[in-house]
């Protein structure tokens, strides 16, 4: 193939430079070049101006802690706990939904059977967002659980052995320390406050929410999820979905021996004040440390 002749211009009489082909370094050049003058321009308009680095291919800023939390604790799949598509306005309204939607003889053991909660702890999930239902028959209740794994003294593992519930039953648990997560809550954030709530009764030293994390120290690498579905326990009758984020952690300040913590009225100023009166809740929680191995998986 002959190269490129130069190109004749009858208005100068001159002769201009054979064109070269276009590449793609001239295009991304190009593109770079765009950018810059948009973003001079932007500045005239009133918006907010964006900075570019004098280089167009900055170096990566690589942060270990930082990275470590997104993908490990933060990160979790889009449809592990879709939000609520009901909104139920009563506990009444929601029982009226679930009826239909429920074999009759287990929605009537709801608050009846030992052991079991009552429609109205579900509306209150419900109202804080720590729950969702999914409109199938039967409905499917899914919730994000936090399990902190205390490892104390001789590598023991700190599980509340049962629960007294207001009802005057008694709910046997032997398992670590569990609390249902908030809407857009982190493991990490959520196992402070389970803490907190759980056990800042019998702490040495009291703690707020400023300090509790000087006196829990998460295990690096501890964190891991799984998801269970198996038919609730306090809910008769309805599937449930656990998305179980498990962590490893030290608390400061805990007995060594057995103890109890008592439960503290969490609705009391809230509008769910009446609720939460005729729903079963749980008065007390007893704890003791066990050997790792005889904790139920």
């Known amino acids: 193939m002959s190269p490129p002749?130069?190109?004749?211009?009858?208005?100068?009489?001159?002769?201009?430079?054979?064109?070269?082909?276009?590449?793609?370094?001239?295009?991304?050049?190009?593109?770079?070049s765009l950018l810059f003058v948009?973003?001079?321009?932007?500045?005239?308009?009133?918006?907010?101006?964006?900075?570019?680095?004098?280089?167009?291919?900055?170096?990566?800023?690589?942060?270990?802690?930082?990275?470590?939390?997104?993908?490990?604790?933060?990160?979790?799949?889009?449809?592990?706990?879709?939000?609520?598509?009901?909104?139920?306005?009563?506990?009444?309204?929601?029982?009226?939904?679930?009826k239909p939607r429920l074999p009759s003889d287990s929605f009537?053991?709801?608050?009846v059977k030992p052991g079991t909660k009552n429609v109205h702890n579900l509306w209150l999930e419900l109202s804080q967002g720590e729950v969702s239902l999914a409109d199938s028959h039967p409905p499917i209740r899914t919730v994000n659980v936090v399990s902190v794994r205390i490892i104390?003294?001789?590598?023991?593992?700190?599980?509340?052995?049962h629960q007294e519930l207001s009802d005057g039953s008694v709910r046997y648990r032997s398992r670590p320390l569990s609390e249902k997560m908030k809407p857009d809550e982190i493991p990490e954030e959520a196992a402070f406050r389970a803490v907190k709530e759980e056990l800042g009764s019998v702490l040495k030293a009291s703690v707020g929410d400023d300090d509790i994390r000087?006196?829990?120290?998460?295990?690096?690498?501890?964190?891991?999820?799984?998801?269970e579905e198996r038919n609730s326990v306090s809910y008769p009758g309805l599937p449930a979905r656990y998305v179980l984020h498990s962590i490893d952690a030290s608390v400061d300040g805990l007995p060594e021996e057995e103890f109890?913590?008592?439960?503290?009225?969490?609705?009391?100023?809230?509008?769910?004040?009446?609720?939460?009166?005729k729903a079963i809740s749980v008065k007390r929680h007893h704890w003791k440390w066990v050997n790792s191995d005889s904790i139920q998986s």
């Open 260 to 277: 109890c913590t008592e439960e503290e009225e969490e609705y009391m100023e809230s509008e769910e004040t009446k609720a939460a009166d």
């Open 108 to 111: 009537a053991s709801w608050g």
């Open 152 to 161: 104390g003294k001789d590598n023991r593992v700190l599980v509340e052995s």
């Open 5 to 32: 002749q130069p190109i004749h211009n009858p208005q100068s009489h001159t002769f201009l430079p054979p064109r070269k082909p276009t590449t793609l370094s001239d295009l991304i050049l190009s593109a770079v």
């Open 214 to 227: 000087g006196v829990v120290r998460i295990v690096p690498g501890s964190y891991y999820c799984r998801i």
């Open 38 to 98: 948009f973003s001079s321009k932007s500045s005239s308009t009133g918006c907010s101006r964006t900075h570019f680095p004098k280089s167009p291919f900055p170096p990566l800023q690589y942060n270990p802690r930082r990275f470590l939390r997104v993908l490990s604790m933060s990160q979790q799949p889009a449809t592990v706990n879709p939000r609520c598509r009901h909104r139920f306005a009563n506990p009444q309204s929601l029982s009226d939904w679930l």
